[in-house]
């Protein structure tokens, strides 16, 4: 029996130090409701000094660093020690906005947004469709020649032979095809597509970096109206809008802020050197101090359903309208919907009926922390929208 008893104490003691050595942790985390993504304790441990965090797991997700800045010591039974994981946190501070902007983007090259026969002598025909070019593919050369818009485009079609070569981006690779330009009714050398070098409307600024100018806008990227592509720019900036008048949202008719700003480079107030699904971001050349809200980001794990607010300018001013998040996913990696908002103030509804088009952008505040920015609305309930966790833009757009 003494056997035994040592026999089975030597065995429990090898496996205690053994997982107390072990690279495998307890993650502490500041998790939102919903766990199901994350797997069961395998033991019945238990956190220390955790004063935010809601639940404790073993999980692979590998986001430790987010917890805290501080050594959590877990504890078997709560009473024996078994190991101090120390964790560190990205707790960033910005200058949050909610300052209504004008966006405009120019392409690289042009861009096809559609095709269209032309009518020859022969029949009706279209090169481009035929030479295998796509919507969404961006024309960048034509012969060798770069192409800095539309209108050097059509100038450059007319000064062509009867055949030319055009290079062409598509899913980030470079390639070229040859093709025989079709002659219209009127003489004018086609190639049967439709394109655009540029796009413009109004947005919101949603933070930026007080030491280096970086800012982050929209909370998600631009893309074209026809082929519901990312814009790649070549060149881009914002500038300061005036909203003048809302469209209010009604259920199944998205709303919209409108309004007027500049479309001259010498009016801009930021570059815009980054379009990605996260937002836009790039450098601001021009921004006050004196009313900026300054406050940390807070790690996506600190989000959770209750009260908050958003900051959003849809009558001439930066103003907070109360709301409530209704829901918090776990991401184990970037994503760009993160929580579910309602809006409960009640000046917003009457105003502009909920999310309507232009607060993208629109920062949302809880705790005293910015935890995430305005992206989407819902059709049918134009009360309700999604947001992004700030945390996942700021390390996007503010590297």
């Known amino acids: 029996m003494k056997r035994f008893v040592r026999t089975t104490c030597t065995l429990l003691a090898a496996l205690l130090l053994g997982w107390y050595f072990s690279p495998q942790v307890y993650h502490v985390l500041h998790l939102p409701d919903v766990v199901d993504r994350l797997t069961e304790m395998t033991a019945p441990a238990l956190a ?3 004063s935010e965090a809601r639940f404790v797991r073993n999980s692979e997700d590998e986001r430790i660093e987010e917890a805290s800045e501080q050594t959590k010591r877990i504890t078997l039974f709560g009473v024996l020690p078994l190991k101090s994981v120390a964790v560190s946190a990205n707790q960033r501070t910005v200058a949050v906005s909610g300052k209504a902007i004008g966006v405009v983007l120019k392409t690289e090259g042009v861009q096809i947004v559609g095709f269209e026969k032309i009518e020859t002598e022969t029949g009706g025909v279209c090169p481009a469709i035929s030479a295998g070019l796509r919507e969404g593919d961006m024309i960048v050369q034509m012969d060798g020649k770069p192409i800095a818009g539309s209108d050097d485009f059509s100038r450059l079609c007319a000064e062509a032979d009867e055949r030319c070569t055009l290079t062409y981006l598509r899913d980030g690779e ?3 095809v040859t093709l025989s330009f079709a002659t219209d009714q009127s003489g004018d050398k086609r190639i049967g597509a439709w394109v655009r070098d540029s796009t413009s409307g109004i947005g919101t600024l949603s933070f930026y970096d007080r030491t280096s100018g970086l800012y982050a806008a929209l ?27 809302i469209r209010k949202g009604e259920s199944d008719q998205a709303g919209e802020l409108i309004g007027r700003f ?10 815009i050197e980054r379009n990605t699904l996260f937002g836009i971001g790039g450098t601001l050349t021009a921004f006050s101090e004196s009313n900026a809200r300054v406050m940390e980001i807070a790690q996506s794990g600190a989000a959770h359903k209750g009260d908050a607010y958003i900051l959003s300018d849809v009558d001439g001013s930066v103003s907070a309208y109360s709301v409530r998040v209704i829901r918090v996913d776990v991401q184990s990696s970037p994503e760009t919907q993160g929580m579910m908002i309602e809006i409960t103030d009640p000046s917003l509804l009457d105003k502009t009926g909920g999310i309507v088009q232009g607060m993208s952008g629109s920062p949302l505040i809880q705790d005293g922390r910015l935890i995430g920015v305005v992206t989407h609305v819902f059709l049918s309930q134009p009360t309700r929208g999604y947001c992004i966790y700030a945390e996942r833009m700021s390390d996007e757009l503010l590297p």
């Not at 990227?221 to 900036?237: E, M, W």
């Not at 500049?262 to 570059?271: C, H, K, P």
């Open 48 to 50: 220390e000094d955790v």
């Open 174 to 176: 470079t390639h070229s």
């Open 262 to 271: 500049s479309v001259n480079s010498s009016d801009a107030i930021g570059t």
């Open 219 to 245: 909370g998600h990227g631009v893309t074209d109206v026809d082929t519901q592509k990312l814009i790649a720019p070549a060149t881009g900036f914002i500038t300061d809008a005036a909203i003048q008048r």
